[in-house]
């Protein structure tokens, strides 16, 4: 009998953690590396957040919380999202997870049944289609050309819409591209969507804070409240405040949806980890002037990354508007071999060529769904990310 359940047999592990494990292993043996395949900021959590911490410790709030986090915290958040957005939510509508990957996985979970479907633009985060799968549901990848600015149309997800369709899985800023909708754009969306009454939305705006050239990434309720009382609207405190390990997600939705979600998460984690917990009320309503030093270096480190790679033979990279990511095309690259002895056959050969010979770590496309590109994080430091251009401009020349 198999150890494992047929589940588990429709997901793949997380491949940009799979990168990432290599690059630290590959470092550990002494190996030059710059890894360039997480998306984590390498900003430190602010210190008024860590002190709000270290006095939660003190103070004793080191027991359990309300599965759905503490009220003060979920408080914060239905005032963030006010602020921010200009959304309407009471506090008994939010709930706070594990991270923003788990208020996917509770949201797709509670509400998919066999064989419903979940419509997911590509590229795309790499859990998304294998969340759904987990849930029993069907991914439905609809791609979204770089002519178009790597942005679902509306007459695309039109045709995507079936009986079965449950959901869309919408991220702006897009990870792994960096594009993010305009009020304009998220208009037409939104005008197709009120069309399908069935069809609910989960709208991850984890890098909505993340946006440069003076770029506004509104979310899906702010431009159509219509759509208010079928979307989950979800958020994080991980990139905008520089607290990936802290863990925790967040999410606002109609009420009987965030019992849904609680129901779950009473069965599997319970509540997020108390002291996280209190950190993140003080990063939501504490002094947010830190997030506009951080995005001004974001958008320099893009800049950079972005011109440097234009300059690689046979590489092409558009400029995002959001997110801490490139993703160019390596078209150009392929059919070629490496100096390395290596055939460039497929996106995957690249990056592990790329690896391999130059210790460069990044992300193949396809494991975003979207083949012939690869993504690259400049999520860190500037003469980093100049000697990983440099190497991938020296890789590209060396191919023949």
């Given amino acids: ?27 550990a043996a002494g190996k030059d590396i710059i890894s360039l395949s997480a998306g984590e900021p390498d900003f430190d959590t602010p210190d008024t957040i860590k002190k709000a911490a270290m006095q939660a410790i003190a103070a004793g709030e080191t027991k359990y919380t309300d599965v759905a986090g503490t009220p003060a915290l979920r408080r914060a958040i239905a005032e963030r999202f006010r602020a921010d957005s200009g959304l309407d939510y009471t506090w008994d509508e939010v709930i706070v997870s ?20 979940a419509i997911i633009p590509a590229p795309c985060w790499v859990s998304y289609p294998d969340i759904v799968s987990l849930a029993e549901g069907t991914p439905v990848i609809v791609p ?5 600015g790597f942005k679902l149309q509306p007459a695309d997800l039109e045709a995507a819409i079936t009986p079965r369709t449950r959901w869309l899985l919408l991220n702006s800023p897009n990870n792994p591209t960096g594009a993010a909708y305009s009020a304009e754009e998220m208009r037409g969306l939104c005008d197709v969507l009120l069309r399908h009454p069935d069809v609910w939305i989960l709208t991850d705006d984890i890098y909505n804070k993340l946006v440069y050239d003076g770029f506004r990434a509104p979310t899906v309720v702010e431009v159509e409240p219509r759509l208010r009382d079928r979307t989950v609207t979800m958020n994080g405190v991980s990139k905008a405040y520089a607290m990936t390990g802290w863990r925790i997600g967040y999410s606002a939705a109609p009420v009987q949806m ?4 609680n129901k779950l998460q009473s069965q599997s984690t319970s509540g997020p980890c108390s002291i996280s917990q209190a950190a993140a009320v003080e990063a939501l309503t504490g002094p947010q002037d830190f997030i506009g030093t951080m995005v001004s270096t974001y958008q320099a480190r893009r800049d950079l990354v972005v011109g440097m790679l234009n300059e690689a033979a046979g590489l092409h990279c558009p400029v995002p508007e959001g997110a ?3 993703f160019p095309s390596l078209v150009g690259c392929l059919g070629r071999t490496s100096a390395g002895g290596t055939l460039i056959d497929t996106d995957e050969a690249f990056v592990t060529a790329l690896l391999d010979e130059e210790g460069v770590a990044a992300v193949h496309g396809s494991a975003f769904m979207f083949a012939g ?3 690259i994080s400049y999520a860190t430091d500037t003469e980093s990310l100049k000697e990983a251009c440099l190497r991938i401009q020296r890789f ?3 191919l023949r």
């Fill in 396 to 398: 590209c020349a060396g």
């Fill in 373 to 375: 590109h690869f993504r």
């Fill in 258 to 261: 965030t019992r849904a979600m």
């Fill in 144 to 148: 979204c050309s770089a002519e178009n």
């Fill in 1 to 27: 009998m198999d150890l494992t359940a047929a589940r588990l047999d429709r997901i793949s592990p997380s491949q940009t953690i799979a990168i990432s494990t290599k690059a630290r292993a590959l470092k």
């Fill in 98 to 117: 594990n991270g923003g990957k788990q208020i996917i996985y509770n949201a797709m979970v509670a509400t998919i049944n066999p064989g419903d479907e």
């Fill in 324 to 326: 801490f990511y490139v």
